[in-house]
């Protein structure tokens, strides 16, 4: 369907939005591919990173993948869900617990955002040393420019891990602002 445009060109309706079980599968089936395309391209680095999409139906919670399992096997069924407090509410397996507080805070500060990638791909770790963006030298590097920051996380060393982790979420989170990437100095991407 069509709708008219004050130029007589025609403008394409947007398709209608999915049913929230339906758009629920939709992005577990596009998380599970995307932790395939990770692998096949590389940036899958032993057993580090974590991937989230934002549940449509509990809005508060998102799947992730399970602790330990290579991102070239990750399958939609394999996602498991996870409330902000991490606690697993649907599917089976270890959640990597440290990453929770991150996805979380991202999105709360930022509901635009559906999905979260985190990798500790090895040209990225590498670079992430250097505590610089990408400059705009190449045309892949120029799309990122000004939609990146570096970030080098001030750790508290006056509380629990659980607790400096919030933390730290909350630095980064102020870090990457409305930027799409954030370069975690000596660690790897968001």
């Known amino acids: 369907e069509a709708l008219p445009r004050a130029n007589n060109q025609p403008v394409?309706?947007?398709p209608a939005p999915l049913p929230p079980a339906a758009e629920r599968l939709h992005r577990r089936q596009r998380l599970a591919a995307a932790f395939?395309?990770?692998s096949?391209?590389?940036y899958e680095v032993g057993l580090a990173g974590h991937f989230s999409a934002r549940d449509p139906i509990?809005?508060?919670?998102f799947w992730l993948n399970p602790l330990g399992m290579s991102f070239a096997h990750i399958r939609a069924s394999d996602l498991i869900l996870v409330a902000p407090d991490g606690r697993v509410v649907e599917g089976e397996g270890m959640v990597n617990i440290s990453g929770v507080p991150y996805?979380?805070?991202i999105q709360v500060?930022?509901?635009e955002v559906v999905g979260i990638a985190h990798a500790h791909a090895f040209h990225a770790k590498i670079w992430s040393a250097f505590g610089q963006v990408l400059p705009p030298i190449t045309a892949d590097a120029s799309g990122l420019y000004d939609d990146q920051v570096v970030?080098?996380?001030r750790r508290p060393t006056d509380m629990p891990a659980e607790a400096a982790r919030a933390v730290v979420a909350e630095q980064a989170v102020a870090a990457l602002g409305a930027r799409n990437v954030l370069i975690w100095q000596n660690h790897g991407h968001w």
């Open 40 to 42: 096949r391209y590389g």
């Open 12 to 14: 394409h309706a947007l």
């Open 109 to 111: 500060a930022r509901p």
């Open 58 to 61: 509990l809005t508060d919670h």
């Open 151 to 153: 970030f080098q996380p």
């Open 103 to 105: 996805h979380d805070r």
């Open 36 to 38: 395939r395309l990770f």
